[in-house]
């Protein structure tokens, strides 16, 4: 896979960089190419570099001692993860980053990216900006989870994933294909995959949405914007 330098202005972080910076940071890079189901990192791995995608998709995941798992987000195309080493020498993963198809980044040494951060503001501006959208999105989970219905939060989950993933389908601006299973729905709504299995069976019956194996086709996204925003009978 050949990389231009320019490519990494794609990523939110490294928008303001200057071409030199570009240029210094692909040439630290690890291209690493792992296949479905396989892992980047593991939850409690030392923190010893950080990841930019460049291809395919991903998911991070924290477990407890019980084996239960939470699916965190979701990575796309261009989106950094596993920085946490770069802001806390010595630090360890939190979660473990996951592929769900075919994916490659580009790992770097979060202590080169630490050194960056001394001399170069936009860096620290743009960290700080992931950060935060990334605590905004925890907030409103654990709010999600405190104090909203299953269904609505399915519901919730679902269309925050589809903002994140989806692909409307070719001559249908309705429809919207989301490549994740059952599983994966249910590790980012918190709840089990029984639960979600019955609630997609239902909103099938209602013509909401297609379950299938490994996607949901979401055939109506106003009704369940509707039942999100709590205006289901």
């Known amino acids: 896979m050949h990389l231009n330098p320019a490519d990494l202005r794609r990523v939110s972080v490294f928008r303001e960089a200057t071409d030199e910076d570009l240029q210094l940071f692909l040439s630290q890079a690890i291209l690493r190419t792992v296949e479905e189901g396989e892992f980047f990192f593991l939850q409690g791995d030392p923190a010893v570099f950080f990841y930019i995608l460049v291809s395919g998709r991903a998911k991070l995941l924290q477990s407890n001692a019980a084996g239960h798992q939470v699916n965190l987000r979701t990575i796309n195309e261009w989106q950094m993860f596993g920085a946490l080493g770069a802001v806390k020498p010595g630090a360890v993963y939190p979660a473990t980053a996951q592929a769900l198809e075919p994916?490659?980044?580009?790992?770097?040494?979060?202590?080169?990216?630490?050194?960056?951060?001394?001399?170069?503001?936009?860096?620290?501006?743009?960290?700080?900006?992931?950060?935060?959208?990334?605590?905004?999105?925890?907030?409103?989970?654990?709010?999600?989870?405190?104090?909203?219905r299953v269904e609505r939060r399915i519901a919730l989950t679902v269309l925050r994933?589809?903002?994140?993933?989806?692909?409307?389908?070719?001559?249908?601006?309705?429809?919207?294909?989301?490549?994740?299973?059952?599983?994966?729905?249910?590790?980012?709504?918190?709840?089990?995959?029984?639960?979600?299995?019955r609630v997609l069976a239902e909103w099938e019956r209602r013509g909401l949405v297609e379950a299938g194996r490994e996607r949901v086709l979401i055939r109506n996204p106003h009704g369940l914007v509707q039942i999100a925003e709590g205006l289901n009978p």
């Open 103 to 148: 994916s490659t980044a580009l790992a770097i040494e979060s202590a080169f990216l630490h050194e960056a951060l001394k001399t170069r503001p936009y860096l620290n501006f743009g960290l700080m900006q992931l950060m935060t959208g990334y605590i905004q999105e925890m907030q409103e989970r654990y709010r999600e989870l405190a104090t909203e």
């Open 161 to 197: 994933l589809a903002s994140q993933v989806g692909k409307r389908l070719a001559g249908d601006e309705m429809m919207i294909e989301l490549p994740l299973s059952r599983q994966d729905v249910a590790e980012a709504s918190g709840t089990t995959m029984f639960t979600v299995s």
